[in-house]
């Protein structure tokens, strides 16, 4: 009969096989740990802060796992020694079989006990044992703990180091393009030293903090500046290759400026002699003469190749050359606007004058002489404009007061 508590031949040889099959897969999932890209990676590398604190607790871990796989395996090989002594083993033999198999045989480091903590008699030192299936546990977290550290590291390296080397190539042309199209720039120029600085302290944080880089991960800000920065130099390109368009169309608008002038000078002229208390200030007559000085300036910044200067420069230059304008043509269209006014006024008594004859009332001396009033003002060197429109309108009024038929009460006290 089998002793209480003993474990069958059955139960031993199941087992035996188990943890035959578990020593196995522990030694294949050890030796893909130890060839981890990971661990390639950490393995002897000059590691600064969370990555260096995190891969001492790992590297630890993992040399415990050698010496706790060691144990594990030779008790392992010890169980079946004793399991081999006999084909059908006797009681001695399953108790120690059940000892190996279940008991606390695995003895753990010795830990100090702290005087404050052991009795007058108690033992200075302990010793924790647990069984073969308690090892497995602690192995089995140790292992998943250390797993993670390399297969963090490595992804986070091999993402980081995607990304940093076309951040550099792309920093590279917008230094050449910045060299190109913003020498005078120094907010450029220090841009880009800027960036290349943090683009090297990023690379060395990946290098030697690789799970801080992860964390906090300063790449995409880099890549949101490169961006903005390249997109400033774009601008600056479009600047350099659009100026000989902006200057010709400045030039055109200069030349309009000067025309548009000139004709309001010699209409205000003319208006000086034909409209008495015109009214109105004397044209410009600078407005493209204070605008050149500026355009030779925009050409002094393109030969030093300050084109972000030129660009601000070039845009307040073309307002201010769009409003000048504006202003000449609204001062010629005012004071062409009076003379615009004389001929109209000369036109309407013409008219009138036409009607009244197809009316009937070409020989009416009272009308007549509204209408010598009102021609005499309009055809008299410098007009009265005022003057001549009141004469006009009451010219006008006369000839309607004539055109409406008289009252019914009138024509019956004529009868």
Not at 102 to 120: A, F, H, W
């Amino acid at each position: 009969m089998r002793m209480q508590g003993l474990l069958s031949r059955e139960e031993v040889d199941r087992a035996l096989d188990r943890l035959g099959a578990d020593s196995d897969r522990i030694a294949a999932s050890l030796v893909e740990m130890d060839g981890h890209a990971g661990h390639q990676l950490l393995r002897g590398a000059s590691l600064a802060g969370d990555t260096a604190r995190r891969w001492a607790e790992a590297s630890a871990a993992m040399a415990t796992l050698w010496e706790q796989f060691a144990t594990y395996r030779g008790l392992v090989d010890r169980a079946r020694e004793v399991r081999a002594r006999r084909a059908r083993p006797g009681d001695d033999e399953l108790a120690e079989l059940t000892a190996l198999l279940t008991d606390p045989v695995v003895e753990l480091d010795s830990q100090q006990v702290p005087i404050e903590r052991r009795g007058l008699t108690g033992a200075a030192e302990v010793t924790q044992r647990i069984t073969l299936d308690d090892l497995l546990g602690r192995m089995n977290s140790a292992f998943t703990m250390v797993t993670d550290v390399l297969a963090t590291a490595e992804a986070a390296w091999s993402a980081a180091i995607g990304r940093l080397d076309p951040l550099a190539q792309d920093l590279r042309a917008v230094s050449v393009r910045a060299e190109s199209v913003a020498a005078a720039d120094r907010g450029v120029a220090a841009e880009v030293s800027r960036l290349d600085a943090d683009l090297d302290a990023a690379r060395e944080l990946v290098l030697t903090d690789v799970l801080t880089a992860a964390s906090k991960d300063p790449l995409p800000g880099i890549a949101t500046r490169l961006g903005a920065l390249r997109t400033r130099l774009a601008e600056l390109v479009a600047v350099r290759d659009s100026f000989d368009g902006r200057l010709a169309a400045l030039d055109r608008t200069l030349s309009d400026i000067e025309a548009a002038e000139a004709t309001a000078r010699q209409t205000y002229t003319a208006v000086q002699d034909k409209i008495l208390n015109p009214g109105l200030p004397e044209p410009a007559a600078d407005g493209s003469a204070r605008l050149r000085p500026r355009v030779q300036a925009l050409l002094g910044k393109r030969d030093a190749g300050d084109w972000a200067g030129l660009a601000a420069e070039a845009d307040a230059l073309d307002r201010v050359a769009a409003d000048t304008l504006d202003a000449a043509r609204r001062s010629l269209r005012a004071v062409g606007g009076l003379l615009d006014r004389r001929a109209e006024l000369r036109g309407r008594l013409e008219a009138y004058r036409v009607k009244a004859a197809r009316l009937g009332y070409g020989e009416d001396l009272a009308l007549e002489k509204l209408h010598e009033q009102a021609r005499g003002l309009l055809f008299t060197a410098p007009c009265d404009l005022p003057a001549a429109t009141r004469a006009l309108n009451r010219y006008q009024q006369a000839l309607q007061d004539r055109e409406r038929p008289p009252h019914p009460a009138s024509q019956e006290g004529s009868e």
